[in-house]
């Protein structure tokens, strides 16, 4: 096992995570080497402003998505992509790391003007995140539109329960620290190889940065034990 991936310490990691994402500040989560095996900058929706997205396009480099919760999602009668999509590309996902894609509809905040400016993605963020707090007071059609630029991630109903990817790892990170079920992830990629950023340059990043480092299996040490 690598130095990366050992539990020693990690309770401490954890609450580093719990308390940054309780600060609206980002964490970088390493899924599993045998899954994704990928970094993802991970912040509370809530708290992303324009300065989040530049970050997040040009430090990590990957789709920026927005996860909801099972409940959020059902409640906004979110689907999964792959079963609206009237076409024979998706009729076998045939994923090598997991059963199935959490992708939902892609959406812009009717505010916006072309949804893809770093303004108007943060716009969209943060109302997906106030939609998340209070799903009953919100009409999703009235306020979001797709397709858009942001793209809509659905948790499994029981996150770590069920799935162990970083659209549940953030998701469980958020509910622990009594935030709303909505988080931004983003994957970090490798200006030099193309690939995703290894763990331990992740984890560099982090530590350059100030903001805490942890491995899925951090996480679902806490979390699923609980």
């Known amino acids: 096992m690598s130095k990366i991936s050992d539990l020693s310490g990690s309770s401490t990691l954890v609450d580093s995570a719990l308390e940054a994402f309780r600060q609206g500040d980002p964490v970088c989560i390493h899924d599993?080497?045998?899954?994704?095996?990928?970094?993802?900058?991970?912040?509370?929706?809530?708290?992303?402003?324009?300065s989040v997205v530049s970050r997040l396009r040009n430090d990590a480099g990957g789709l920026v998505c927005?996860?909801?919760?099972?409940?959020?999602?059902?409640?906004?009668?979110?689907?999964?992509?792959?079963?609206?999509?009237d076409h024979d590309a998706a009729a076998?996902?045939?994923?090598?790391?997991?059963?199935r894609s959490s992708f939902s509809l892609p959406v812009n905040h009717r505010a916006t003007h072309t949804g893809i400016t770093d303004e108007d993605r943060a716009l969209t963020i943060r109302e997906l995140a106030a939609a998340a707090e209070t799903p009953a007071e919100t009409e999703f059609a009235a306020t979001f539109r797709s397709p858009g630029h942001v793209h809509l991630l659905r948790g499994a109903p029981n996150l770590l329960a069920d799935r162990r990817g970083h659209t549940e790892l953030g998701l469980a990170l958020a509910a622990h620290a009594?935030?709303?079920?909505?988080?931004?992830?983003?994957?970090?990629?490798?200006?030099?190889?193309?690939?995703?950023?290894?763990?331990?340059?992740?984890?560099?990043?982090?530590?350059?940065?100030?903001?805490?480092?942890?491995?899925?299996?951090?996480?679902l040490e806490r979390f699923v034990s609980e």
Not at 32 to 50: I, K, N, Q, W
Not at 66 to 85: M, R, T, W
Not at 211 to 219: I, K, N, S, T
């Open 32 to 50: 599993a080497d045998d899954r994704e095996g990928e970094t993802d900058l991970v912040y509370p929706a809530g708290s992303v402003t324009p």
């Open 178 to 219: 009594d935030l709303p079920p909505a988080v931004v992830v983003c994957e970090m990629l490798d200006d030099e190889t193309g690939r995703a950023l290894s763990p331990s340059d992740a984890a560099a990043y982090a530590s350059t940065h100030g903001m805490p480092f942890v491995e899925g299996a951090h996480l």
């Open 66 to 85: 927005v996860a909801l919760s099972h409940e959020v999602a059902d409640a906004f009668g979110l689907p999964f992509l792959q079963d609206v999509i």
């Open 92 to 99: 076998d996902h045939d994923l090598t790391y997991d059963d």
